[in-house]
């Protein structure tokens, strides 16, 4: 399974970006899946996640307002939609993969939720 993120970029405070995140390798029928960031000497933290279906999808309070997850079954691609890009916002974007066999209540927003990751894309907010 591979997990490939991009759109990340170097963007002055208030633009946008959408990042794609290309999965492939298997059939991803019933993975439930996420975007973690990772901002330079903080921990990985959880941005969004949603469901195999796209018809349930989760915000971190910080990203509310601002972000859009979706997602395309028919091309295994994951999108996140971010605007009002803040400075506050630059990090490494990572996309991740749950299996059905690895979702849990209780741990979906957290790194251990998660089978496969990708490499992550930079995302850098200029003030």
């Known amino acids: 399974v591979q997990l490939q993120a991009s759109g990340g970029g170097l963007v002055q405070a208030g633009a946008s970006l959408r990042l794609s995140c290309a999965a492939s390798?298997?059939?991803?029928?019933?993975?439930?899946m996420a975007w973690f960031r990772q901002a330079p000497g903080k921990e990985r933290e959880f941005v969004s996640r949603?469901?195999?279906?796209?018809?349930?999808?989760v915000y971190a309070d910080s990203v509310k307002g601002r972000l859009t997850i979706s997602r395309d079954n028919t091309k295994n691609t994951m999108y996140l939609q971010i605007n009002s890009l803040r400075p506050e916002d630059t990090a490494n974007y990572y996309c991740?993969?749950?299996?059905?066999?690895?979702?849990?209540?209780?741990?979906?927003?957290?790194?251990?939720?998660?089978?496969?990751w990708g490499q992550g894309t930079l995302v850098t907010v200029s003030s």
């Open positions: 949603i469901t195999w279906s796209g018809d349930s999808t």
């Open positions: 991740a993969a749950s299996s059905p066999q690895r979702q849990r209540i209780g741990i979906m927003s957290l790194p251990s939720g998660y089978d496969y």
């Open positions: 390798g298997r059939t991803f029928s019933g993975y439930q």
